[in-house]
């Protein structure tokens, strides 16, 4: 794979800033959902707190994803600012383009991604 051009670099660096807002913006919407559930007994069937106690693990794993995902954004924005985006953390070899268009906070190329998944 050859190296980034500077305008796809450009184009995955924005698209970067705003994804990291996106998630930012949706850690702070559901922070609220991902608390513990309070839930007044007298009122509530157990029906209603099984439902509220599943809603609420909903919440949580999707506020771990998106506080993983900020992460690796945070973490491909430093690469950017350190002159070191776009190489695979394995081999160190260019991941392509397209691979980074998908999802721009790929640390890995598409070989060394594939050898990580077998081993998990």
Do not use: W
């Not at 707190?49 to 924005?77: E, H, P």
């Amino acid at each position: 794979m050859d190296p980034l051009k500077p305008g796809q670099l450009d184009s995955l660096h924005q698209t970067l800033l705003k994804l990291e807002k996106e998630l930012q913006a949706q850690l702070q919407m559901n922070k609220e959902s991902a608390d513990v559930v309070q839930l007044d007994q007298t009122l509530v069937g157990r029906v209603s707190r099984i439902d509220a106690i599943q809603q609420q693990s909903m919440a949580v794993s999707t506020r771990q994803k998106a506080q993983f995902k900020l992460r690796k954004v945070k973490t491909a924005l430093q690469a950017i600012a350190e002159d070191d985006y776009g190489y695979c953390r394995q081999c160190d070899e260019p991941i392509g383009f397209p691979r980074l268009n998908a999802q721009p906070e790929a640390n890995l190329c598409l070989q060394c991604q594939d050898k990580a998944d077998q081993q998990t």
